[in-house]
């Protein structure tokens, strides 16, 4: 639950939610996602989906992207104009994100630090598998805080 994160951090989180620095809302805005695996059904691409959640509860997930790529491409690479954006209203730490087939197929898991100054930028970060093994594939995302216009 949310009472049993250490004792010792809860205060400088507080002093960070009450700074503004962390709210109760954040929009992960995704720009693009780097050498995703394929699979295909029926000669069709399967395309993917995000899903944003704080380890509890589910927070957003995007609508299918991708699967356009030709057939004889291995990895697919996707710019999102305009990023995919998933709002979602939690004071979480930590985001975890979730890359899906949309058939339902997870290839990997990211977890994204709202502590971490480097949120804040556009940045990479690599997926991994449930094993923490990296999934050899990658999403270009910022962190925004707060309300979004």
């Known amino acids: ?13 507080e002093t960070l939610v009450r700074s503004g620095m962390i709210t109760d809302r ?11 695996p394929r699979r295909y059904d029926q000669g ?21 992207v991708g699967g356009s790529a030709p ?11 305009p990023p995919v954006k998933l709002e979602a209203a939690t004071a979480s730490k930590v985001i975890q994100l979730s890359l899906e087939f949309a058939d339902g197929e997870t290839i990997g898991f990211c977890h994204i630090s709202r502590l971490d100054p480097r949120s ?3 940045n990479k970060y690599r997926w991994s598998d449930s094993d923490d093994n ?7 995302l910022v962190l925004v805080e707060g309300q979004v216009a």
Do not use: F
């Open 26 to 36: 954040v929009t992960v805005r995704i720009s693009s996602l780097l050498d995703l």
């Open 44 to 64: 069709h691409a399967i395309p993917y989906i995000i899903r944003a959640s704080d380890g509890d509860h589910d927070l957003g997930i995007s609508s299918e």
């Open 120 to 122: 804040a930028k556009p």
């Open 1 to 13: 639950g949310a009472m049993d994160s250490g004792v010792a951090s809860s205060g400088q989180w």
């Open 134 to 140: 990296p999934a050899q594939c990658g999403v270009e």
């Open 71 to 81: 057939m004889d491409v291995d990895r697919e690479t996707i710019s999102l104009n």
